[in-house]
């Protein structure tokens, strides 16, 4: 993926950590017992995105769960595998009674529409720096608890 799409923009040296990051959830979806994609849900983000989400939501940040590293292995695109790890993630959050929100680089327009699609509202945009790069990233906001 990260040949094909640039994701993630910026490669950790260890893979594996980025991907085990600590999570408050994940969820993997199989097809036939090959992992087709992953989604996480976690605390945080960066300061910059907390901080525009929270505002957005009027909800502080320990009220929010950040949506972060759906991925789906381009074998397996366009099959609904991404709006099913969305939901999965938004409901997991919505279920723990928090808003679920996330954050994706401007450039990754297939990312955006899949997110625009499944009702997903944009909040704004930050710029963070990663590794010596800066990125433009757009918030999103999912459902609110409750719904």
Known sequence: MHRLDGYPPYLPDDLRTFILSPAIDAWVAEVDGTVAGHVALHQR????????????????????????????????????????????????????????????????????ALYEACGWRRAGEVTLRLGGKCFTELVFLGPPPGR
């Open 45 to 112: 983000s960066s300061d910059a995105v907390m901080a525009l989400a929270s505002a957005a939501t009027g909800r502080p940040a320990e009220h929010l769960a950040v949506v972060a590293r759906l991925a789906v292995a381009p074998d397996h695109r366009r099959q609904g595998i991404g709006r099913a790890l969305l939901h999965a993630a938004a409901g997991g959050a919505r279920g723990r009674a928090l808003w679920p929100v996330l954050d994706v680089v401007a450039r990754f327009g297939g990312a955006i």
